[in-house]
């Protein structure tokens, strides 16, 4: 996978909030490529100590995320993720530690198949008429339904948060920084 700074696309100045919103998704998506773009199986599986988390489990545990939140969550499971399987109900933490070793077209391809799904129901959600406030079919545990609008920009967070981690991680691999 060759991913660059540059073949991510900032997000608009002025738009209407749907795009702004999932504009500002996909930068932080193409953000995560770009950090963990080039590398092999044995550099995505690599930590910086004293963390355990590599850039691989960044990759699935982001298509994890992606999944979880729209198609799961939000849509109801409308697709089968090809990953589900290898679901570790004991372990909170299955998606980082089972991409050690993992080849990185495996971890673009889940990734890939993740988002191609969150922005079809994106897309399928923001045309009806409650569009970014249209709810999840899956309740919060307090019976509390998510609107559209608060999962993406939970989405943002999270990819924001991670990509900071692998902004580390990559720097201490082979030295690549930037924002």
Same mark, same amino acid.
């Not at 930068?27 to 490529?33: K, Y």
């Given at each position: 996978?060759?991913?660059?700074?540059?073949?991510?696309v900032?997000?608009?100045? #002025?738009?209407? =909030? $749907?795009?702004? !919103?999932?504009?500002?998704? /996909?930068?932080?998506? &193409?953000?995560?490529?770009?950090?963990c773009?080039?590398?092999?199986?044995?550099?995505?599986?690599?930590?910086?100590?004293?963390?355990?988390?590599?850039?691989?489990?960044?990759?699935?545990?982001?298509?994890?995320v992606?999944?979880?939140?729209?198609?799961?969550?939000?849509?109801?499971?409308?697709v089968?993720?090809?990953?589900?399987?290898?679901?570790?109900?004991?372990?909170?933490?299955?998606?980082?530690?089972?991409? #050690?070793?993992? =080849? $990185?077209?495996? !971890?673009?391809?889940?990734l /890939?198949?993740?988002? &191609?799904?969150?922005?079809?129901?994106?897309?399928?959600?923001?045309?009806?008429?409650?569009?970014?406030?249209?709810?999840?079919?899956?309740?919060?545990?307090?019976?509390?339904?998510?609107?559209?609008?608060?999962?993406?920009?939970?989405?943002?967070?999270?990819?924001?948060?991670?990509?900071?981690?692998?902004?580390?991680?990559?720097?201490?691999?082979?030295?690549?920084?930037?924002?």
């Amino acid at each position: 996978m060759s991913f660059t700074a540059t073949d991510r696309v900032d997000p608009p100045l #002025a738009a209407d =909030e $749907p795009t702004t !919103l999932t504009r500002f998704l /996909d930068f932080q998506r &193409a953000t995560l490529r770009w950090k963990c773009s080039g590398l092999t199986a044995v550099q995505l599986s690599t930590p910086l100590p004293p963390s355990t988390i590599t850039l691989g489990g960044l990759l699935k545990h982001m298509s994890v995320v992606e999944a979880g939140w729209l198609n799961q969550i939000f849509a109801g499971g409308i697709v089968r993720p090809s990953w589900l399987d290898e679901v570790d109900d004991a372990d909170d933490s299955w998606s980082f530690t089972t991409a #050690a070793g993992a =080849e $990185p077209e495996q !971890l673009f391809a889940w990734l /890939d198949e993740s988002i &191609a799904v969150s922005d079809r129901v994106v897309a399928d959600a923001v045309t009806t008429a409650d569009g970014l406030g249209s709810l999840s079919v899956q309740p919060a545990d307090d019976g509390q339904h998510y609107s559209l609008r608060w999962i993406l920009c939970h989405l943002i967070e999270e990819y924001a948060r991670h990509n900071g981690h692998a902004d580390l991680i990559r720097e201490s691999i082979d030295g690549l920084t930037g924002e």
